[in-house]
């Protein structure tokens, strides 16, 4: 028998705030474990917490990006549960209820830029994170574990899916493009390694128009390849239990990235298990139209939209387009190389190229760059002077990426100034004809893929600085005479 997949996603954001969101504590990646804490965020006795007004600003930024219906009137519960990185026992969180909505909801994000094959958003609420469990381990096992709570109370956006990604591919691709839209309009960072953009996914099987199937949640997918892997893992694991006549279990599983698995972690709860109620601490948020109006206006051009203008504009084709406009940062860099280098093109093709293969293979993002938009134009710059081929640029260029030098710095230290001048390649050239006397007769035969391989042997002999087409032109004078 064969099955759909039925995946909805649940999406964690860490907004862009300096302060936690129920505290004046700093927000900052990567400080000593437990230096970013307060009463507040450590869930002591007395302490009342204070709504972070930013962190309401984007969120409604996002409603808005989204497409949601904002809610006039949304409010805070409280998610109770323990763990040993929730201090309080309880979460400070938003749900839907009819009553007390959360922030927005009903919104879309297609997963075609054009519009086709809409994702529904069930809803975006705002709630507060958790603090971090850190293991330690012995003999592949853990000894020990530790909590840090400077990420306790930092401000989180949960933006719920309708179960409508109907493969992990899918389920990458949005992730992909929510990720692209919540960097171009300054909302996260949206570092999974960071952990500012994290997803759970719920996924299930179902026969071809049936009813949906028993859903398991997947954690712990921090980057897009990881999600791609494990729900394609865990779609495969549910094939094989109900081929075989099992039953697939409502569970939480965590995916494992270097065993390539998913593992039982919990039973899944449902939402009575965690008793929500109203936080009594926290007066509703009351969204006036002007707010909303101020909102829409300072709302930067989206992903899409300036997918469409690169492509009016720049000439981009539609992937080379989707391409530069995969993150926010990622257009940044390619506009500000192009306001130097007026050859959106050829910008494009080094970016979406050598660049993004040089992150990928670093698993970093374009704003970790050691080099500059203005970096990249002066090396545009030098082939198009003729300082340098595009062959020798990809080896300057990886040198730069590695170690942030200027190319002239690195063409320079190097000796790999281009040579253009025709009586300073003619030795070469000559030596060339004099060594090959069968490709110099098959060209004079007529047959021009020799002048390739003689070209070639040129380009050797002057290891690649010689000019292309200062030797095409030498070597056709002298095998014409």
């Not at 302490?47 to 009137?73: D, E, I, K, Q, Y």
């Not at 997918?221 to 779609?235: D, K, P, Y």
Request: proline letters at 5%.
């Amino acid at each position: 028998m064969s099955f759909e997949v039925v995946i909805g996603l649940e999406i964690h954001v860490q907004l862009l705030t300096r302060s936690k969101m129920f505290c004046a504590c700093a927000v900052r990646f990567g400080a000593p474990p437990n230096t970013l804490t307060c009463p507040v965020c450590l869930g002591l006795p007395g302490s009342l917490p204070v709504l972070n007004h930013s962190a309401v600003t984007l969120g409604l930024r996002t409603a808005l990006a989204l497409g949601c219906t904002v809610r006039p009137v949304s409010r805070f519960h409280r998610k109770n549960y323990y763990y040993p990185d929730l201090p309080k026992n309880y979460q400070i969180t938003q749900y839907q209820y009819k009553v007390h909505p959360p922030l927005a909801t009903d919104g879309v994000l297609a997963l075609d830029p054009d519009g086709g094959r809409p994702v529904r958003i069930r809803r975006v609420h705002l709630e507060e994170d958790t603090g971090r469990l850190v293991h330690q381990e012995q003999g592949g096992r853990v000894v020990a574990s530790l909590i840090d709570y400077n990420r306790s109370g930092v401000p989180l956006m949960e933006i719920v899916t309708e179960p409508d990604l109907r493969s992990p591919v899918d389920a990458r691709r949005f992730l992909s493009r929510l990720r692209a839209v919540l960097q171009t309009i300054a909302v996260s960072s949206g570092r999974l390694e960071e952990g500012t953009l994290r997803c759970d996914a719920n996924v299930s099987l179902r026969a071809a128009a049936g009813e949906l199937g028993i859903r398991t949640e997947v954690k712990n997918m921090n980057s897009l390849r990881s999600v791609e892997h494990a729900l394609s893992f865990e779609a495969d694991r549910q094939a094989r239990l109900l081929a075989s006549g099992e039953r697939v279990v409502q569970e939480t599983r965590h995916w494992d990235e270097r065993r390539g698995v998913t593992f039982a972690s919990r039973f899944k709860e449902e939402a009575h298990d965690y008793r929500y109620f109203p936080e009594p601490d926290l007066l509703p948020i009351a969204i006036e139209a002007g707010v909303l109006d101020a909102a829409r206006a300072a709302m930067p051009e989206l992903p899409d939209a300036k997918r469409r203008r690169y492509m009016e504009r720049f000439g981009l084709s539609a992937y080379d387009a989707e391409q530069v406009t995969s993150s926010g940062s990622m257009a940044a860099f390619f506009e500000d190389v192009v306001a130097l280098h007026p050859k959106p093109k050829v910008v494009s093709n080094w970016l979406t190229g050598d660049i993004t293969a040089f992150l990928n293979a670093a698993g970093q993002e374009i704003d970790d760059l050691r080099i500059t938009p203005a970096h990249v134009a002066e090396l545009l710059g030098l082939i198009d002077e003729g300082t340098i081929s595009g062959r020798t640029a990809k080896e300057v260029l990886a040198e730069m990426l590695t170690g942030g030098e200027r190319a002239e710095t690195v063409v320079r230290r190097r000796g790999l100034r281009q040579i253009s001048d025709a009586a300073e390649l003619t030795a070469a050239v000559d030596e060339v004809i004099a060594a090959h006397p069968g490709p110099v007769a098959d060209f004079r035969a007529g047959k021009q893929q020799a002048l390739t391989f003689l070209v070639g042997q040129v380009m050797r002999r002057t290891q690649g600085r010689a000019n292309p087409e200062v030797v095409h032109r030498l070597l056709r004078e002298r095998l014409s005479s």
